[in-house]
């Protein structure tokens, strides 16, 4: 199922995302003052099977976790068939997370295991885990810390070497008189042009964050690119979560649990 050339498919989203993606809170770090702009590229297939938790882009490839009691798994993936090219399984009392990279290293977060797992990037051969306390739901590398989200408003920070405790922020939204509300349900996280955005679990938003502050810095309306069979209250579980970045091009790629589909989009700021 390639959808890349779909007239329908490609001109709604674009259409939708390019007016609906906008910032509409205060703007914070380096894209302060600028409107955000996505343009959609193409769809291709994803693993409907896949109950997808993590998801990073690198060298070419979609890396991919996935999650369920007996069905979890690290994966690599080709962008446009939607091939697994190589995975590994969970035990059977492991539920897959969190993913992200750090150097030739694949770090992947469980649920309520309290074990963070580390393998090699071109073999998946285990190499080590790490504990933390509480549950484990996004990972994302900025560059000197693991934030890890575990579905309240605060995301913690851990060194990669270790998985030391380092700091923690609180994610906030600021209403139009200055008070604070706090935004829980944090999932699958991914940093973007030095912004932390973050799938709301059981939510068509992806939030915007500062995460040197916590705060928020905006929101993206991904409602439309919910496939429509999974738009009833009946599927709940099939909800939008996975975001990719690739910073060289700027291309983003999304995707949800259990979707046959995974967006590219272009990402500009204007």
């Known amino acids: 199922m390639k959808m890349k050339n779909s007239v329908f498919v490609c001109f709604f989203l674009l259409a939708f995302a390019g007016s609906a ?21 193409a769809a291709y297939p994803h693993d409907k099977n896949a109950y997808t938790q993590g998801l990073i882009f690198y060298d070419g490839f979609l890396y991919e976790s996935t999650g369920q009691y007996g069905k979890s ?16 399984a969970l035990k059977s009392d492991f539920f897959g997370e969190g993913l992200e990279r750090v150097g030739d ?12 797992f580390v393998y090699d990037l071109k073999t998946f051969q285990y190499q080590k ?15 000197t810390h693991l934030i890890l989200s575990d579905g309240t408003p605060t995301l913690r920070f851990y060194a990669p070497a270790d998985f030391t405790f380092q700091k923690q922020a609180e994610v906030v ?38 995460p040197k502050t916590g705060r928020v810095i905006g929101w993206v309306n991904c409602a439309a ?4 069979e999974y738009r009833e209250e009946h599927h709940t579980e099939c909800v939008l979560n996975g975001i990719a970045y690739d910073q060289e091009t700027r291309t983003l790629y999304i995707t ?8 590219e989009i272009q990402v500009n700021w204007e």
Do not use: H
Not at 75 to 88: A, F, N, W, Y
Not at 129 to 143: H, I, K, M, N, T
């Open 21 to 41: 993606a906008s910032c509409n809170a205060q703007e914070l770090g380096p894209n302060a003052g600028k409107r955000l702009i996505l343009k959609t590229l």
């Open 129 to 143: 885990s790490f504990q933390y306390p509480g549950e484990g739901w996004g990972l994302a590398y900025d560059g």
């Open 173 to 210: 939204e600021m209403d139009s008189q200055n008070r604070q509300k706090k935004i829980r349900n944090l999932n699958e996280l991914e940093m973007v042009e030095g912004e932390l955005w973050a799938n709301r679990w059981k939510s068509d938003q992806i939030v915007r964050i500062d």
């Open 256 to 263: 949800g649990k259990n979707w046959p589909v995974l967006y």
């Open 225 to 228: 690119f919910v496939p429509k």
């Open 73 to 88: 798994s690290l994966r690599k993936v080709e962008i446009k068939t939607g091939k697994v090219l190589q995975s590994t």
């Open 105 to 116: 290293s694949l770090y992947q977060l469980t649920w309520q295991e309290g074990l963070c």
